[in-house]
């Protein structure tokens, strides 16, 4: 029978070491060293973001106060009466002119449609036996000057210029019929302040 000896005893097997103390040493340095890198960078961030945030708040106060001063000089004002008075002086001074220019402008319009709607109806009125030389419009009478051939003319075609709208409801203060050498002259005139209704 055959038998073996081993005489390669356990304590000679080699040994697989897997750092040395030399290793050991020098990674621990290197996450000491590491750690207190991240340690001085988180510091020195949050000593940034701190100086932020602090210049941020001030701001916000002074912001802040300022509002309220602004706030408070508001609830505190006081309305100076002169400069009320003179701002109503000037809006009614305001109206005042807006009133005057509306009613110009509607005086205008008036005297420009009764204007046109006389010489109208003049027109429409004419007879051949009567015409005028002269009209004369103002702002407180009128006055007709004409000629006729007959002396009923005259008060035939007064007649029919008050059946018109213009001259409706509206009389003659004088009227004046006399003859010049061969013709017949007539003047008929009125003042607005006579004149009854219709238009002016």
């Known amino acids: 029978m055959k038998q073996r000896v081993n005489l390669y005893l356990p304590e000679y097997r080699p040994q697989l070491e897997l750092m040395s103390l030399g290793t050991v040493v020098t990674l621990f340095v290197v996450l ?40 408070q000089a508001l609830k505190d004002r006081n309305e100076d009466p002169q400069l009320l008075a003179v701002f109503a002086g000037l809006q009614d001074t305001l109206q005042d002119k807006q009133r005057l220019k509306e009613a110009l402008e509607d005086r205008e319009n008036l005297k420009s449609t009764s204007f046109s709607l006389m010489l109208q109806e003049l027109a429409q009125q004419h007879q051949d036996d009567l015409w005028l030389t002269r009209i004369s419009i103002t702002e407180d009478s009128m006055i007709f000057d004409g000629q006729a051939l007959q002396p009923e003319s005259v008060p035939q075609w007064v007649s029919r210029l008050g059946g018109t709208q213009y001259f409706s409801g509206k009389q003659f203060d004088q009227a004046r019929v006399f003859r010049q050498e061969r013709a017949l002259l007539f003047t008929l005139s009125t003042s607005r302040g006579n004149e009854a209704g219709g238009q002016q």
């Open 32 to 71: 000491l060293l590491i750690v207190i890198g991240v340690r001085i960078g988180l510091t020195l961030q949050g000593s940034v973001d701190q100086k932020r945030l602090v210049s941020l708040q001030d701001n916000i106060n002074q912001k802040q106060s300022l509002a309220n001063e602004l706030t």
